[in-house]
Nanobody, 123 residues
């Protein structure tokens, strides 16, 4: 069992930046692809960004391309989601998820999920 923990959410004005962090309690993300998803009030959970477990290739939802960046530290302890040029439409609970030797844009690709961290962007 992998306990995934997100941090870094908060309130920010439109145009501002936030950096979310994701860790796995008691272990690293070696051998895990990691994805970020988000869920706004009244909407389904949608894919935001993912990083592969092998070569650190990344992919992004069209809505965040050019504004968000996913990365991990060299020790593969923490995965980051750098969010720039934030818009009110980015307001959501952001979830980190881990996939054993996997990766993808589908929620079904992921085995372990965090509890989420709230990001609120004011206009």
């Amino acid at each position: 069992q992998v306990q995934v923990i997100e941090s870094g959410g908060g309130l920010v004005q439109a145009g501002g930046s936030l950096r979310l962090s994701c860790t796995a309690s008691g272990r690293t993300f070696a051998n895990y692809g990691v994805g970020w998803f988000r869920q706004a009030p009244g909407k389904g959970r949608e894919f935001v960004a993912a990083i592969a477990w092998t070569n650190d290739n990344t992919n992004y939802a069209d809505s965040v391309k050019g504004r968000f960046g996913i990365s991990r530290d060299d020790a593969k302890i923490t995965v980051f989601l750098q969010m720039n040029k934030l818009k009110p439409d980015d307001t959501a609970v952001y979830y980190c998820a881990a996939a054993w030797r996997g990766r993808g844009e589908s929620r079904n690709a992921y085995d372990y999920w965090g509890q989420g961290t709230q990001v609120t962007v004011s206009s």
